[in-house]
């Protein structure tokens, strides 16, 4: 059994059509050298429950990534690490590609910022 902690990115846990999307993303988003990757696809009501605790999600529900609608793509540094610098990587150019194809970026989203998070659908 997965611990809370444990973060999937299966992207085989996402909806076919927001499979699609994703892989769409990631190969406009290849052709310009953004090197995104995937960090998170399905998340359990328990792991969302926990980053509400833990500060690190502002939602108490898993909403769109608990239905396969939502994925998280993050940059890596260039020691491999996981990077959410919106002052080193162009998280702002992944939200205009997202916004292109369909996806909602939560670049833009007025009430909290997530430049990291893309799903299908409001």
């Known amino acids: 059994m997965a611990k809370v902690t444990d973060i999937c990115n299966d992207v085989y846990r996402l909806t076919p059509a927001m499979r699609g999307m994703l892989q769409e993303l990631i190969r406009l988003c290849r052709i310009e050298e953004l090197n995104v990757y995937v960090f998170e696809t399905y998340r359990t009501p328990q792991r969302q429950a926990w980053l509400y605790a833990n500060g690190r999600s502002k939602l108490k529900t898993a909403g769109m990534h608990g239905k396969g609608l939502a994925v998280d793509i993050v940059f890596k540094d260039a020691k491999g690490r996981w990077s959410w610098d919106e002052k080193k990587f162009n998280y702002r150019r992944v939200a205009e590609i997202s ?6 970026p939560g670049y833009y989203w007025p009430r909290f910022h997530d430049g990291a998070h893309h799903q299908l659908g409001r």
């Open 99 to 104: 916004k292109s194809i369909g996806l909602t």
